[in-house]
């Protein structure tokens, strides 16, 4: 089977991160983060954000998501998310079960994208007792539909957050993907837009199991690491996350494999859209193509070993990451070119 573009997270650890750990590993160091290299690595996030955020690691977006919504709500709340957010479809309700109960409210979306007035009209069209309270607003960047959301359209967002009471969380999963394709600072698409926390994604960027939980709004991380604990998410040998981060950040090894992926997939989606009866359902602003083929096009690709699936967004979703080669994706699309003809 060829899970080339099936996830971002078919891929393995890029050679950057992997050699941080080979160098992380020589001699003892205090454990469960209390190293240097950890306590560089959440310098490196205040420096890469140009604040001074409260920096965690936990191991994947799952944890980061559940975990940090659950320390914006109390189990009375409700977050507000899109109807097809990560946390919504693929958490098997770890947001739920974290903050004892924050019930999740869908709102509409576009592209996967929220928009300010449905927001709104969620958070506002009911206030009584019998309600759970919305507390908290989250959206992810990149989306699940592979678009992103511009400093323009996060600032709207989180307005109306702030205006109702509502912390915003900004599930990053592919937060380095949608920094790359919108050439913009980091800060500016998070903090300075209004974003309280973020969950920034390392393994769909290359790294090897670890996701950093950043609060720009300190308040909200108090307990935050006893959280990480009782979850199981506190990592002893924190050393050789930090050293990956270190590198991925310090060195804009973030930037060159996040552009890569967007690369490949503005590849992978021309080819795929000269083709007869192909259609690209949404904008290719990251690393993911969503394409509508053919059943008989899907039936030979499958055929042929390629894995993907075809249950997310509405169409054929194909991911692109740092490994992804030019090769692949000419593979890829010579094996669709060949089925579409027949
Ligand atoms: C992959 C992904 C996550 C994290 O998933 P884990 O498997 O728990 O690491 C979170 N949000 C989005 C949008 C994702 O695509």
């Not at 977050?79 to 019930?103: L, Q, Y």
């Not at 999963?173 to 969950?199: E, M, Q, S, Y």
């Not at 300190?218 to 998410?233: I, M, T, V």
């Not at 394409?291 to 096009?297: D, F, H, T």
Request: proline letters at 3%; a negative charge; one cysteine or more.
């Amino acid at each position: 089977m060829k899970y080339h573009f099936a996830s971002d997270n078919t891929s393995g650890v890029c050679p950057e991160a992997w050699q941080a750990m080979a160098t992380a590993n020589a001699g003892y160091q205090p454990s469960y983060g209390a190293d240097a290299l950890t306590r560089e690595a959440c310098e490196g996030f205040r420096r890469f954000f140009e604040t001074d955020c409260e920096v965690f690691f936990v191991f994947n977006g799952t944890a980061a998501n559940s975990l940090s919504l659950a320390s914006l709500c109390q189990s009375y709340n409700s977050v507000i998310c899109s109807d097809v957010s990560h946390v919504e479809t693929d958490e098997c309700g770890a947001p739920e079960f974290f903050s004892n109960g924050s019930k999740l409210l869908l709102a509409k979306s576009s592209l996967g994208k929220l928009d300010p007035a449905d927001v709104e009209r969620l958070i506002t069209h009911r206030t009584d007792l019998h309600y759970p309270r919305p507390r908290a607003l989250s959206l992810s960047q990149s989306t699940e539909l592979g678009t992103t959301y511009r400093r323009e359209e996060i600032t709207p967002l989180c307005q109306v957050a702030k205006k109702h009471g509502l912390h915003v969380h900004m599930d990053g999963a592919r937060f380095f993907n949608a920094l790359a394709a919108l050439g913009t600072t980091p800060a500016d698409i998070t903090w300075k837009a209004g974003v309280d926390v973020l969950c920034c994604g390392g393994t769909k960027l290359g790294m090897a199991v670890t996701e950093a939980v950043v609060f720009f709004n300190r308040d909200l991380a108090r307990d935050f690491e006893y959280r990480c604990k009782q979850a199981g998410q506190l990592c002893s040998k924190m050393r050789f996350i930090s050293a990956q981060w270190l590198q991925i950040l310090e060195v804009d090894t973030w930037r060159q494999h996040a552009a890569h992926g967007n690369r490949m997939a503005r590849q992978l989606a021309d080819g795929l859209n000269e083709l007869p009866g192909v259609d690209i359902l949404y904008p290719v602003d990251a690393n993911a193509v969503f394409a509508r083929l053919p059943e008989s096009v899907k039936a030979a690709l499958k055929e042929r070993g390629w894995m993907f699936y075809s249950f997310i967004g509405g169409g054929s979703r194909l991911m692109c990451s740092w490994a992804t080669t030019v090769a692949d994706v000419q593979d890829f699309l010579r094996d669709a070119s060949q089925a579409a003809a027949q």
